[in-house]
């Protein structure tokens, strides 16, 4: 630090160098006692008396020489300023010249400090030659009175220095968006550390210029706070003690080189008695005021670190708008996670793990079963319902297994489909087995937890068969419409509807027929007693009833077997012809087939194969008439085959006589329904390849619509002039209007017909309404495409909530094209019913 050359140094806050004077003689004043001795030794005039200097014995630097040879200003007595200037070869004014005046008058303007005459506390210097003093400490001393006056108003920067003001935090929305944000140069010079990089200044400009209040040095870029990372400018700094004590507060330490070159400083200086000059008092006070900011600090520390409880820092916290969206925000985000995370935990814990990632296993009363999964869901194929009805269990009410001698010991593999009952097909053939009391089942959760509905598929295209036809599940709408879909064999023709008199006498109670009826009822007691092992709600069970199967349901839904078996029922397209006959009557109709079989008892019936008894049954009890009604049909009417009977057992009376009883309710247990073109053949229509108004007016003249006369009545009401008007008119007396007409016997069952069509002759087909449900309807047209979803609509949110969107009691038809509408009537069938035509050519399954 002795070093003669000049050095940088970084500078330090105006407050610190302030407080740093005030504890040590000031140098002015060391200058100006010095001058008053060497006047007395050596009798100079006042003006070029110079302040003696602890580095006189060493060279100055070039400026400091410049300024000590030149002249001082002087006054005279009208006020005007005299400047001395000197001569060019280097001498002064004559002495006789000057004036005598005292240092009060002096006015010195600050650049005529000269540089390195003054050395204030804090500021780096070497020990530089001091020039001639040119009235300096005048304005020193005035300098001095105007600041203490500042500090007696304002407050001292230096006391205030070390005090921590008391800011209002910052919220956390606002250190989050601190966080991202890119804070400008000027606010990251304010707020650097005391030991940061500043821009140089003179030591003559810091010392002539006036303080600002509240002004700080720029601080130098400490090492530290370059490398430190963005998330500590969210945390409030805490200052400690040691800080306050050194001095880093606002006002900021020194560098310990200035510091060991200030105490150089002070030992070579030479020891000139100080004059005080009125100072001394100033500076007591401001050792005072020191003293008790740095007691008043220590408190307000002291308070700070006292620990402050939880409850008492929650509530002095002032939540922003910011801040309490950033708390919502974040606290939904962790629910989203916990949420996501119990469903996929829950959903693991609840449903039982996957063999080789696509076996799953399913209980049931009679042992463990093994599906396989298909498109998302779970498939079981061929799960054992009921004994088999084989040999002695022929024409007997279906059994469901009873005894362990009936189940399996190991798993039972169910994933392939099982074999249907045996039955004719369209063509004449017959396939199947009398073994099928099987049923599948397709679900998209297997667990016990938020049990899904049920729906039971029963489709048949006539009670002889085939069956199930197009009513099958579909796994992909079993996931989509979160619904398990149960589809069971059930026996038809001779098999499931023989009633004589013979197989009523053996059985307890007497009776015979409707074996079918019987396996569903079967079916319907295994749901309720396994499909809770399935993900399943017993509780919520609807049957699905497609052409003779509608059939089926429509009848089941009225014997009191199945109250307690299911909740709600859908028919579609089904018959009108429900059953009507006594038992006696049934059994001696099918008579003659005893007489085909050349069999005298049941024992000969039972040992007689499948084979021979399809080859017996007569053919008009497999074919009925579903074109337009002939002649011959008016007198053969009462005498047409019908398959079901009032056995007395399940079926105790007309259906008709127990729809009387219903009350009305807001959640019918019946929906029925039908296409508009249900009758629809590739036959009829190849008849003729453009079917023309002479076409249809033929044909309508050949048939039971001419024999009455009333082709042309017909013509003009339809508007017959195409295909698909002759279909509509064999729809509306087969099926259309027969079912209207029992729905109109039942107080709150809603009725739909579908019109909307598709291909060539835009026909709405018999399958149209159940192919869209299961997702099997292809749409080409947005016509088309709202079709499917208004129809699933109306399905799916009946099976979840038993009620008919858009149904209306005093609007009971429900028109569904593009969209379902309610209408009050459908008009052509008061027509027919009013010609007597309806509901005698019904027709039958």
Partial sequence: MGELEEKETPPTETTTSQQEALDEPKETDKMLDKKEDDAKEKSPSPQTSKPASPNAGKKSSPVAEKKAIEGESQKPGNGEEIIDIPAENGTKPSEGDDKKISKEEREVKPKKIPIGGLKLPGFFMKNKPKAEGDGAEGELLEKEKEEDKDKEANGDAATSSGKDEQKPRPGLGERLRSFFVRKPAAEK????????????????????????????????RGLLNAIKLPIANMIPKKKNNDDVELGLGKAGLASMETLDDSLKDQDTVDRAPVKTNGTDEIKSDLKDEKLAAEQKLAAEEEERERPVPLLTRLRGYKCSVDDALIVFGILLFVLLLAVIGYVLTHETLTSPPLREGRFIVAVTSCGPVEGVKEDGAFAFRGIPYAKPPVDGLRWRPAELVDSIDGCWNDTLQTHNSSVVCTQRLGNGTTVGDEDCLYLDVVTPHVRYTNPLPVVVLIGAESLAGPSPGILRPSARYSRSHDVIFVRP????????????????????????????????????????????????DPKSVTLLGHRAGATLVTTLVTSNKVKDLYTRAWASSGSAILPGRPLSVSENLNQQLMGTLECADVDCLREASSERLWAA???????????????????????????????????????????????????????????????????????????????????????????????????ERYNASSYASLVSIITDIRTVCPLLTNARLQVSVPFYVVTQGEGPDQLATVDADVQAILGRYEPHTVEQRRFVSAMQQLFYYYVSHGTVQTFEPQRRVINVGQDAQSQEDFEPCNYWISKDIVPRYARVD
């Avoid at 821009?199 to 002004?215: I, L, M, N, Q, V």
């Avoid at 059930?490 to 009826?517: H, Q």
């Avoid at 396996?519 to 499909?531: E, P, Q, R, S, T």
């Avoid at 008709?656 to 249900?678: F, I």
């Fill in 617 to 715: 049954t007569p053919d008009t009890w497999l074919h009925f008439p579903v074109d337009i009604p002939q002649p011959p049909e008016f007198n053969a009417s009462g005498q047409r085959h019908e398959w079901l009977v009032l056995d007395g057992d399940v079926l105790y009376q007309h259906p008709s006589e127990s729809w009387k009883k219903d009350q009305p309710t807001d959640k019918p247990r019946l929906v029925m329904g039908a296409t508009a073109h249900e009758a629809h053949t590739e036959k009829l229509r190849e008849l003729h390849a453009n079917w023309t108004r002479e076409e249809v007016r033929a044909y309508l003249t050949n048939s039971q619509i001419g024999a009455m006369g009333l082709t042309e009545e017909v013509i």
């Fill in 189 to 220: 010079e304010k707020k650097q550390l005391v030991n940061g990089d500043a821009d140089a200044k003179s030591e003559a400009t810091a010392e002539a210029a006036p303080a600002e209040d509240g002004a700080e040095a720029p601080p130098k």
């Fill in 489 to 536: 064999n059930f026996r038809l023709g001779v098999f499931g509807f023989l009633a004589l008199d013979a197989l009523t006498k053996e059985t307890r109670p007497p009776t015979s027929g409707n074996y079918a009826l019987t396996d569903i009822i079967a079916v319907l007691k295994w749901i309720k007693l396994n499909i809770a092992n399935f993900g399943g």
